[in-house]
Every structure is written in structure tokens, then in C-alpha cells.
């Protein structure tokens, strides 16, 4: 359900463009409202929890915080 005052302003906003405008914020919208619908569901994730040891988890951090915090200063 759309908000009354964002309805208000989005008919305020596409009274002022172009026909071709009012279609690049129509196909804006629907990609937007697609996106919603790719991926995975934060509830089926929880299937997953706890899935990892603690050791592997702690090894996963460890490698994190080591290899983002090194330069290679010839790499750039």
C-alpha cells in the first residue's frame, strides 16, 4: 500500500515530465519491484544456522581480518 503523501508526490513530480519520462519512472518502479522478488528468503536462510563449526567459522575470521587488513603495494 502506498502512503498518501508519497502517492501525492509522485502524481506531483510526473504531472511536470514528459511522456517518455513518465515511462522511464514507471520502468524504474517495476525493476525495483522485481528485485524484491529475486533471492532467498531470510527464513529459509535459518535452515543454514549453525551449519558451520565453530573452528571452521573462527578459521573464516581469522583469514578475513588477516588478508583485508594487507597492502600490496605493487598490485595498484
Known sequence: MVSQSIQQQLNMALE??????????V???ESLAAERRRGISGQSLLDMAGTISPEDADRMSRSIQEECERVHPDEW
Open 16 to 25: 511536470r515530465m514528459a511522456e517518455h519520462q513518465q515511462m522511464e519512472v
Open 27 to 29: 520502468r524504474f518502479a
